[in-house]
């Protein structure tokens, strides 16, 4: 059971936008920044959003990441098959005192 | 440019100690604010943070796993390794090492992992 809640899978087609939410608490969410992680099969994570709608260099702009109160989002528009991954949402907490992660999300592209 | 990787045993027996060091390159851990981590991710399921390093010698650990857990770092071979005491199958995972980065922008002070290692698979079995 992970710390962070997001729903096990996302789909959709190619150009359209999709969500990803990411659920938190007070501890977590509500307090420090949330950072987006995305796997492509067989790969390890990639960084793809940090301290809430930061995007790393290389990261395209059609990833955009939000947060509000003990919740967050990432969205990705124009969706590409390239973007078939699992997308991970992360942040720190402080009851835990370390880093915790979501349950993951899986995106198909139909 | 800053790269990770990580290496041990593959095969461990259940009760053994595992043992797995992270070797990287592009910035020094004795530099204000650096850190190294590890996650890891045992087949089709999620991300699992098991411990921190900071520059200082700070530590950090799972709480679920602390007293199975040791971090330590080896600045001078720009080396972390961690060690992971009474392995069950259940903790058989690719283990990943990630470069922790810090941002203290308007978001506040965000420690992230931005350069993680291909991971090593470790399997618990007799």
């Known amino acids: 059971q992970s710390v962070l809640t997001q729903p096990p899978s996302a789909s959709g087609t190619p150009g359209q936008r999709v969500t990803i939410s990411c659920s938190g608490s007070?501890?977590?969410?509500?307090?420090?920044?949330v950072n987006w992680y995305q796997q492509l099969p067989g790969t390890a994570p990639k960084l793809l959003i940090f301290?809430?709608?930061q995007r790393p260099s290389g990261v395209p702009d059609r990833f955009s990441g939000s947060k509000s109160g003990t919740s967050a989002s990432l969205a990705i528009s124009g969706l590409q098959s390239e973007d078939e991954a699992d997308y991970y949402c992360?942040?720190?907490?402080?009851?835990?005192?370390?880093?915790?992660f979501g349950g993951g999300t899986k995106l198909t592209v139909l | 440019q800053i790269t990770v990787k990580e290496s041990g045993p593959t095969l461990v027996k259940p009760t053994q100690t595992l043992t797995l060091t992270c070797t990287f390159s592009?910035?020094?851990?004795?530099?204000?604010?650096?850190?190294v981590g590890w996650i890891r991710q045992p087949p089709g399921k999620a991300l699992e943070w098991l411990a921190l390093?900071?520059?200082?010698?700070?530590?950090r650990y799972s709480p679920s796993l602390k007293s199975r857990l040791t971090i330590t770092k080896d600045t001078s071979k720009n080396q972390v390794v961690l060690t992971m005491t009474n392995m069950d199958p259940v903790d058989t995972a690719t283990y990943h090492c990630?470069?922790?980065?810090?941002?203290?922008?308007?978001?506040?002070?965000?420690?992230?992992?931005?350069?993680w290692g291909r991971g090593t698979l470790v399997t618990v079995s007799s």
């Open positions: 992360a942040t720190w907490d402080d009851s835990l005192n370390g880093p915790v």
């Open positions: 592009g910035f020094s851990l004795s530099t204000s604010g650096v850190g």
């Open positions: 007070r501890s977590n969410i509500g307090t420090n920044a």
């Open positions: 390093i900071y520059w200082n010698d700070d530590k």
């Open positions: 990630a470069h922790a980065g810090l941002d203290t922008g308007v978001a506040g002070a965000n420690r992230y992992f931005n350069v």
């Open positions: 301290s809430n709608n």
